[in-house]
């Protein structure tokens, strides 16, 4: 072969054998990205996040779903949070100094969720985390009686407190050592009503037959806590026991009376339409004037336990253990009627109403129905017995762990 013949050979051989391995190469290499996951896509809406529902660390807890177990222990651990000695608690909901006789028994029950443990509440760990925070319970007094609970587990560790009332609060303190704020806005239905007469000019509501009755803004906050929005970091609203309250509200003599942009809703609406329309207003009113950030939660419907009767019509709750499953069903399922059907219903209309809100829902239901033990009943100080509120110490110590719970998993 001829010395140019053959380097010619050689050139097209190497040349070959280099194309043949790009080849080999390049089909590896498909392959391998065939066959395994492409990268995740960076999402456009990081740098705004927002949340709707709480978020549990193992994905899969729900603290809501549980049962209450008869510990001991509990009961020393309930009296070294705080006792009846914490000023703050009404005297009504202070069964250790009324003497109601399983006022320190009814400590003695834990509350186990299925799928996980509730963290106790830790009153050096919350007063850290939330330094310069303003915390604002927002609704009627059972959102007192779980202020009052949160109140009195900080306060027995950390003494120097302010007391004043910013933004319309009934009651405020702030741990000044660690510049934490909390305070209770009391407002029954969220939205501002009054008492209405009928005009001697006649009106709409008039010539209905109208005599008197509540206005009730469906649009329009009441005072009270109309600034508590702009105010505080963390809000936690509660409403509903009000709506079906027919001794202030009854139906014929004093009815609720809707108006909206200051008109009258006409025909008249019933109470849980009216419901329906204050949630819808009082959510967006929220969303509208909060600072970025700001953590809200809606608490669901504290449980009543009147057995026999209405408060008014000899109801009482005289039970020294919480109740069976079967129980909580025969006094709590709507579809039975019952005095204490209230809670469930008003639960129906507040899930509704959340839909597609940047609202979390603190669901403090299940856990409450079975204690019937624990309301002040004969000891509340009332002509009737308290069904409705809670002892302090009591059930109300563990929807504030639930609280805790839910803001060290809350995402924003």
């Known amino acids: 072969m001829a010395p140019r013949n053959h380097l010619s050979f050689l050139f097209l051989s190497l040349l070959c054998f280099t194309s043949l391995s790009l080849l080999l190469s390049f089909l590896k290499n498909s392959f391998l990205s065939s066959s395994s996951p492409s990268p995740p896509i960076p999402s456009t809406t990081a740098a705004t996040p927002q949340f709707k529902h709480d978020e549990v660390s193992d994905g899969a807890c729900d603290f809501s779903d549980g049962f209450w177990i008869h510990d001991p222990k509990e009961k020393e651990r309930s009296l070294a949070r705080y006792d009846g000695t914490c000023k703050e608690i009404f005297k009504g909901w202070n069964c250790i100094l009324a003497g109601k006789s399983n006022a320190r028994e009814l400590l ?15 009153p050096f760990q919350f007063l850290e985390r939330y330094r310069n925070t303003n915390i604002g319970f927002v609704g009627d007094s059972l959102n ?35 510049n934490l704020t909390i305070a209770y806005h009391r407002t029954n239905l969220l939205a501002r009503y009054g008492r209405w ?26 005072g009270t806590w109309a600034e508590a929005p702009s105010f505080h970091d963390i809000l936690i ?7 079906w309250a027919s001794s202030k509200f009854h139906p014929e003599k004093s009815p609720m009376l809707f108006f909206e942009k200051g008109l009258p809703i006409l025909p008249p609406r019933p109470p849980h339409e009216g419901l329906d329309m204050v949630l819808r207003h009082m959510i ?17 419907q504290s449980p009543r336990h009147f057995e026999g009767g209405e408060w008014d019509q000899g109801g009482s709750c005289q039970r020294m253990q919480p109740l069976s499953s079967k129980l909580v069903e025969d006094l709590f399922s709507p579809s039975n009627n019952g005095t204490n059907r209230e809670a469930r219903l008003v639960n129906q209309h507040l899930y509704k109403a959340l839909e597609g809100s940047s609202f979390n829902i603190l669901d403090i239901t299940r856990m ?17 017995d308290d069904c409705m509120h809670w002892c302090l110490p ?5 929807w504030n762990d639930l609280l805790m719970a839910h803001l060290s998993n809350t995402r924003i």
């Open 197 to 222: 007469s009928a005009s001697s000019n006649g009106g709409l509501l008039e010539s209905l037959g109208y005599k008197e009755g509540y206005r009730v803004d469906v649009d329009i906050p009441e």
């Open 394 to 398: 009591g059930v109300t110590d563990t």
């Open 368 to 384: 409450s129905e079975f204690r019937a033990d624990a309301h002040p009943s004969t000891a509340g100080g009332k002509k009737h």
């Open 108 to 122: 003695s029950w834990r509350w186990k969720p299925k799928a996980c443990d509730l963290p106790k509440f830790d």
């Open 144 to 178: 007192r009686n779980m202020f009052v609970s949160l109140f009195c587990t900080l306060r027995r560790v950390s003494s120097e407190v302010k007391k004043w009332r910013p933004a319309g609060a009934d009651r405020c303190y702030t741990f000044l050592k660690f």
């Open 237 to 243: 609203l509660n409403t509903g026991h009000w709506w």
């Open 284 to 300: 967006l009113y929220v969303e509208r004037r909060v600072q970025p950030g700001t953590i809200k939660y809606f608490r669901t």
